[in-house]
Structure formats: C-alpha cells, structure tokens
C-alpha cells in the first residue's frame, strides 16, 4: 500500500514532468506553425521573390554573417590573449570595458553612427565647413549600407567571442606556451600555433553564437536598407500582406539557423585538448613600448567605437530631443517593456529549473530531448519564431470563433492573437536557452552526492530545489533572470510582429522614431535600454574581473 507520502512525492513528480511537457510543447509549436504555413500556402509570391529579390536576400545575409564572424573573431580572439596573456597599460579596466559593448542592440549604435557618418551628420558637415566643398565634391563611406551593418553588428557582438575566449585562454597551463617559447618561437608564433588552436573550441563556440545573432538582426539591417532574410519576412508579411510567403521565408532562414546550430554544437563536441595540470603559474609577457602602447590602442578601439563614442552622440542628440521620459506616454513604454520583460525572464527561470533538475534527477531520452528543443530557440531569429506562433494561434482563434458562433451565437474574438502571453511565448522560445545555460554553469558545481543526502533525508523533487539547489544556485539564477531581462528588453523583430495593439515598448519606440528619420526622438529610448543592458553585463564583468590579476 502507497504512503500518503509516496503518492505526494509522484504527484509533485507529475506537476515537473507536466511543466516539462508544456514547456516543449510550446518551444516546438513554431518549427510546426513555420512548415505547415510554408506548405499549405501558395508558391506564387515565393516565385516572384525568387526571380528578383531572393537571391539578393541569401547572398547578402551570407555576406554579412561572414564580414561579422570575421570581424568578431579577430577582435575578440586578439583582445582576449592580450588581456590574459600581457601586460600593458589600461589592461585591468580594459578587460571589463572590452565587455560593455554587449549590453547595446546594435540598431542602437545605427542610430547614433548615423547621426555622426551620414551626410547631414556632424563629420561630414564639419568636413564641408572646413573645404566648402559641396556634396559631390568628395567620397565618404557610407555608413547606411551592407559595411555599415556589419560593423555595427561586430561591435557589439565580438563580446561573445571575448568572453568565451577569455576564459579558454585563462584555463590553458603554462607548459604549452613555454615550451614554444623555449622552442624559439616570438609571442606572437606561439600565441597563432599553440594559444590559438587550444582555444579554438570556445572561439568557435562564439563565432557560431555571433552568426546566430547576425542572422536574427532585423534593427540594424532594416534602418541601414540592407536588403536581409530578416527584412524579407517583414515585408512579406507587412507590406505584402502574404503570410504564406513571409512562412516560407522564415523557413529557409530557420534551415540556415538549425544548421548554424548544429555546427557550433559539433565544434564544441568534437574538439578535445589536453590542457595539464596548470602547476606553474602564466607569467604575463612584458610587452616593449611600441608593443604595449599597440596593444592598448588595439585593445581600447573596441570599447571607443562601441560605447563611449555611441553613448555620446546618443546623449547629445537625446539632450535636444525635447522627448520627455518621465510623461506618461514614456512611462507606458518603459511599463509595457519591463511588464514584459520581467514576466518572460521569470518564466524562462522556472522552465530552466524545471527541465534543468527533471534532467539530473531522471535522465532520460525525453527529457535530453526536451533540453535539446528548448536550447533550439536561441538559434532562431524572433522573426521566425512570431511567424510561426502567429500562424497555427490565428487559425485556431478565428476556428473557435466560428464555432462557437455557428453553435451558440458567441463570438469569442482572439483570445490568443494580439495578446501579450503569446508574445511572452516568443520571448520564452527565443532566450529559454540563456536561461538553462546559466543554470547548466552553476548546477555544474553541485556534486550529485548533495542530490543523495537530501532524498535520504525525505526531500522531493520541489524540496530538492527549494532547499538545495536554489540557496547554491541563487547567482546563476539571478544572472540567467538578467540576461533574459535584457535580452527581452533589446528584442525588436518578434516585438513588432506579435505586440498587441497600441502596445508599444521602448525598442518599438526607438524603431519607430528612426524609420521617420527622428534620430534625436529615437536617442533617448535607446539610451535607457542600453542603460538597463550594462546591468548584467557589469555583474558578468565583475565575475570575470575575479579571474588572474
């Protein structure tokens, strides 16, 4: 006969696996809505698209991934070894302010370098009050374009490649390095033979999270005119009104994003190197003048281009703006985006934890492949996923509607379409997997004989969390809160899509101003989420800043 006790602990096993089910359920509804809408509706846009603007739409979003992931990886592999590996004035604040950059969408820095590169900007008004020369006197760069871009976007993503490569070279033993050394190879032979390619797991775990990132842009590349995959949906979806063919554009670009997931997942997964036991401490290389004083001006270029110069040409142009942040239309836009940004990352934290401890607890199959799922979603641009939320949720809403009229004379209207829990569904699929990386890094300390004491001690899976897990986990749990937080907060394709009507959030504010042309309006939203992404990411500096001195 079961105990009162025994069928509570199965009960409350059942609430986790419930959770657990609904939680994938919801992370594969997208990847469903997008073929299913891409199959059932008509090719004929599609093959108007493919006779003038889909090759355009592949060939440039290539391009751009690759100029970031290039531009990226130099940046911050480089400036990773030389904070880590040297010794140079500035190092010590400049290995936290290399990070900084993260904390700005990059549609941010567009508006800002757009009020400084483009032709009525300060630089080249300047420059024509200087010569008198006219507009067709000269050549500038031009900043709206598929190089502005990609600029933008590698400043503020080549943290991703920094940070993780930080943290590879941190971990690597003296021995290797020395011994090429000792082998007569300069810093910089041993640093590209021996450094780099122990490190090449963690770069090309970044490389392929800055690819996924580029690929998701729709801020930056919409505002500058580069005609991207991203930019394809929305109009396809907006401006043509075709949602078949907006679905079967999001499921090539869901194709190209699954298949960037699956690499970085084989390059961490096939790269094995042997570090040894770091017995002697990294001597750092004392750098000589030229050296040193390159190495800080490689170093502090990032951090110039990607905050302090962004953040006062922003500043500027807000300061002149006349727009009031504490009226009550900015007090709606600030409520509306941390309403829905606090919801979204609680709930990515409960999902963490929920499929986090059913996966330690009982691994099994299901629950690997409901981890696997939920991790899926960061790979996925916001764009698909509204696409294929929106699809499957309208049909069902507009059947229940006409059943329920055709049977009781009521009309039930949307009840999931234009609501703002569909959008925290998006949020949810889309940064589930910060979430359950956060909680993966920390749970990672907890030793599984903790796990034993305390269902010796009569702890069920709830009391397993609350009482064990929780108080151990608590800022790995509240840094995977942060960055869904911030990450919800920077969100702009999926926002735009799916928000409810006249529902708008600062990111939508600052979109909306930019696409007018009203950059000094759109400066000082931008500048308050930028303000609140510096909060994790200098929490996340202050760890790292705890590594070598």
Same mark, same amino acid.
């Given at each position: 006969?079961?105990t009162?006790?025994?069928?509570?602990?199965?009960?409350?096993?059942?609430?986790?696996?419930?959770?657990?089910?609904?939680?994938?359920?919801?992370?594969?509804? $997208? =990847?469903v809505?997008? #073929? !299913?809408?891409? /199959?059932?509706?008509?090719?004929?846009?599609l093959?108007? %698209? @493919?006779?003038? &603007?889909l090759?355009?739409?592949?060939?440039?979003?290539?391009?751009?991934?690759?100029?970031?992931?290039?531009?990226?990886?130099?940046?911050?592999?480089?400036?990773?070894?030389?904070?880590?590996?040297?010794?140079?004035?500035?190092?010590?604040?400049?290995?936290?302010?290399?990070a900084?950059?993260?904390?700005?969408?990059?549609?941010?820095?567009?508006?800002?370098?757009?009020?400084?590169?483009?032709?009525?900007?300060?630089?080249?008004s300047?420059?024509r009050?200087?010569?008198?020369?006219?507009?067709?006197?000269?050549?500038f760069?031009?900043?709206?374009?598929?190089?502005?871009?990609?600029?933008m976007?590698?400043l503020?993503?080549? $943290? =991703?490649?920094?940070? #993780? !490569?930080?943290a /590879?070279?941190?971990?690597?033993?003296?021995?290797?390095? %020395? @011994?090429?050394r &000792?082998?007569?190879?300069?810093?910089?032979?041993?640093?590209?033979?021996?450094?780099?390619?122990?490190?090449?797991?963690?770069?090309a775990?970044?490389?392929?999270?800055?690819a996924?990132e580029?690929?998701a842009?729709?801020?930056?590349?919409?505002?500058?005119?580069?005609q991207?995959f991203?930019?394809?949906?929305y109009?396809?979806?907006?401006?043509?009104?075709?949602?078949a063919?907006?679905a079967q554009?999001?499921?090539?670009?869901?194709?190209?994003?699954?298949?960037?997931?699956?690499l970085?997942?084989?390059?961490?997964?096939?790269?094995?190197?042997?570090?040894?036991?770091?017995?002697a401490?990294?001597?750092?290389?004392?750098?000589?003048?030229?050296?040193?004083?390159?190495?800080?001006?490689?170093?502090?270029?990032?951090?110039?281009?990607?905050?302090?110069?962004? &953040?006062?040409?922003?500043g500027?142009m807000a300061?002149?703006?006349?727009?009031?942040?504490?009226?009550?239309?900015?007090?709606?836009?600030?409520?509306?985006?941390?309403?829905?940004a606090?919801?979204?990352?609680?709930?990515?934290?409960?999902?963490?934890?929920v499929?986090?401890?059913?996966?330690?607890?009982?691994?099994?199959?299901?629950?690997?492949?409901?981890?696997?799922?939920?991790?899926m979603?960061?790979?996925?641009?916001?764009?698909?996923?509204?696409?294929?939320?929106?699809?499957p949720?309208?049909?069902?809403?507009n059947?229940?509607?006409?059943?329920?009229?055709?049977?009781?004379?009521?009309?039930?209207?949307?009840?999931?379409?234009?609501?703002?829990?569909?959008?925290?569904?998006a949020y949810?699929?889309?940064?589930?997997?910060a979430?359950?990386?956060?909680?993966?890094?920390?749970?990672?300390?907890v030793?599984?004989?903790?796990?034993?004491?305390?269902?010796?001690?009569?702890?069920?899976?709830?009391g397993?969390?609350?009482?064990?897990?929780?108080?151990?986990?608590?800022?790995?749990?509240?840094?995977?809160?942060?960055?869904?937080?911030?990450?919800?907060?920077?969100?702009?394709?999926?926002?735009?899509?799916?928000?409810?009507?006249?529902?708008?959030?600062?990111?939508?504010?600052?979109?909306?101003?930019?696409?007018?042309?009203?950059?000094e309006?759109?400066?000082?939203?931008?500048?308050?989420?930028?303000?609140?992404g510096?909060?994790?990411?200098i929490l996340?500096?202050?760890?790292?800043?705890?590594g070598?001195?």
């Amino acid at each position: 006969m079961k105990t009162q006790g025994s069928i509570g602990r199965m009960t409350m096993r059942g609430v986790f696996t419930a959770i657990a089910v609904i939680v994938t359920i919801i992370c594969v509804i $997208p =990847y469903v809505g997008v #073929l !299913a809408a891409a /199959a059932s509706g008509s090719f004929e846009t599609l093959g108007q %698209l @493919a006779q003038t &603007v889909l090759g355009r739409y592949a060939a440039t979003t290539l391009l751009l991934v690759v100029l970031v992931m290039t531009g990226s990886a130099i940046i911050g592999a480089s400036a990773a070894w030389l904070v880590t590996m040297t010794d140079f004035p500035g190092r010590r604040w400049l290995e936290i302010a290399l990070a900084l950059p993260l904390a700005f969408p990059a549609y941010v820095l567009a508006y800002g370098y757009t009020h400084i590169l483009d032709h009525p900007g300060i630089v080249q008004s300047t420059l024509r009050d200087i010569t008198g020369w006219g507009p067709r006197d000269y050549w500038f760069p031009e900043i709206r374009s598929l190089g502005g871009a990609a600029l933008m976007l590698t400043l503020v993503l080549y $943290p =991703y490649v920094y940070l #993780l !490569a930080r943290a /590879a070279f941190s971990a690597q033993g003296a021995s290797t390095f %020395l @011994a090429a050394r &000792v082998l007569g190879r300069s810093p910089f032979r041993a640093f590209m033979s021996v450094s780099l390619p122990m490190a090449r797991p963690a770069i090309a775990s970044g490389v392929m999270l800055v690819a996924m990132e580029t690929i998701a842009d729709f801020g930056t590349v919409a505002y500058f005119g580069v005609q991207t995959f991203a930019v394809g949906i929305y109009q396809s979806w907006f401006t043509m009104a075709d949602r078949a063919a907006a679905a079967q554009l999001a499921l090539g670009l869901l194709s190209f994003a699954l298949l960037l997931a699956m690499l970085e997942r084989s390059s961490r997964g096939e790269a094995r190197y042997a570090n040894g036991k770091r017995n002697a401490p990294m001597q750092r290389i004392v750098l000589k003048n030229g050296q040193k004083w390159g190495a800080t001006l490689f170093c502090l270029l990032p951090v110039l281009l990607g905050v302090l110069l962004p &953040v006062l040409a922003l500043g500027t142009m807000a300061a002149g703006s006349e727009q009031n942040l504490l009226s009550p239309r900015y007090l709606g836009f600030i409520r509306n985006s941390l309403t829905l940004a606090s919801i979204a990352a609680v709930l990515a934290v409960v999902a963490a934890l929920v499929l986090g401890t059913l996966h330690r607890v009982r691994a099994s199959r299901l629950t690997g492949a409901s981890l696997y799922v939920a991790r899926m979603g960061y790979a996925v641009p916001g764009g698909v996923i509204a696409v294929g939320l929106l699809v499957p949720f309208a049909a069902f809403d507009n059947g229940l509607d006409a059943w329920m009229r055709a049977t009781f004379d009521i009309s039930t209207g949307l009840l999931f379409t234009g609501s703002i829990w569909l959008l925290i569904f998006a949020y949810l699929i889309r940064f589930l997997a910060a979430a359950i990386g956060a909680y993966e890094g920390g749970i990672a300390s907890v030793g599984p004989n903790m796990d034993a004491a305390a269902r010796t001690l009569g702890q069920d899976m709830p009391g397993l969390v609350r009482r064990v897990h929780m108080p151990l986990l608590r800022t790995s749990l509240l840094t995977a809160g942060l960055i869904v937080f911030v990450d919800v907060m920077k969100e702009l394709p999926a926002t735009l899509i799916m928000r409810p009507f006249n529902y708008d959030t600062l990111a939508v504010q600052a979109y909306r101003l930019a696409s007018d042309e009203r950059l000094e309006g759109a400066a000082a939203p931008s500048l308050v989420i930028a303000a609140i992404g510096l909060i994790p990411v200098i929490l996340l500096c202050r760890r790292i800043g705890t590594g070598r001195a």
